[in-house]
């Protein structure tokens, strides 16, 4: 299994570099590495052969490659197709709403090696462009779980961490209008 970088490793907090068209062989193997691993990682079987932690998210620097590439998988109800299956290159949050949502159980990282417990207050929505791997924009509105994944997985980009929007000295402190996710 792919081996990721945990905090600590300063290529977490670098800004990682937007990348050009076309893809090299090596940044589609990228794509499809990253994909790969979030789909072992949500399968029962392989994730306890490799003792994989699930992820729904994962971001070229994670495996230390300082690059603008991150693939979200965020499964749907059991048995049907994912709610969002897509690799997202140099992606780009034009538009977000001041509406704040975060998730009720916190959030997770797997360059992360402990629990932080807290509220991470995100945009409830947001207007994507990315590119895919094959060099076609792409503009999409995002809302609640998937706008909040793919925020978690743009900041891996941008060197930052979940826990860096955790109020320290309050961490389960949010708006009194946020939306709290379950
Ligand atoms: O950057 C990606 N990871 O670190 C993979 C592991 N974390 C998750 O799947 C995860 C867990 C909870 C909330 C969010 Cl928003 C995410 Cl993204
Ligand atoms: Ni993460």
């Not at 729904?56 to 965020?74: E, N, W, Y």
């Not at 990282?109 to 791997?133: E, H, M, N, Q």
Request: proline share 6%.
């Amino acid at each position: 299994m792919k081996n990721i970088i945990r905090e600590g490793n300063p290529i977490l907090r670098a800004r990682s570099s937007e990348m050009t068209f076309p893809l090299s062989n090596d940044d589609k193997q990228l794509a499809h590495d990253l994909m790969e691993f979030l789909e072992n990682s949500q399968d029962e079987e392989i994730a306890e052969k490799y003792h994989l932690r699930a992820g729904v998210g994962l971001a070229a620097p994670q495996l230390a490659i300082s690059k603008r590439m991150t693939a979200v998988l965020i499964p749907g109800p059991e048995g049907e197709e994912p709610s969002l299956k897509q690799v997202l290159i140099n992606p780009t949050i034009l538009s977000q709403s001041v509406q704040v949502a975060a998730l009720s159980e916190g959030e997770g990282c797997l360059s992360v090696d402990r629990d932080v417990p807290g509220y991470v207050p995100r945009a409830d929505r947001i207007t994507l462009r990315y590119f895919d791997i094959e060099g076609v924009q792409h503009k999409i509105r995002l809302k609640n779980y998937e706008a909040i994944v793919v925020q978690h997985e743009i900041d891996h980009l941008n060197g930052i961490l979940f826990f860096d929007h955790i109020n320290n000295d309050k961490p389960f402190a949010i708006p009194n209008d946020a939306i709290m996710l379950e």
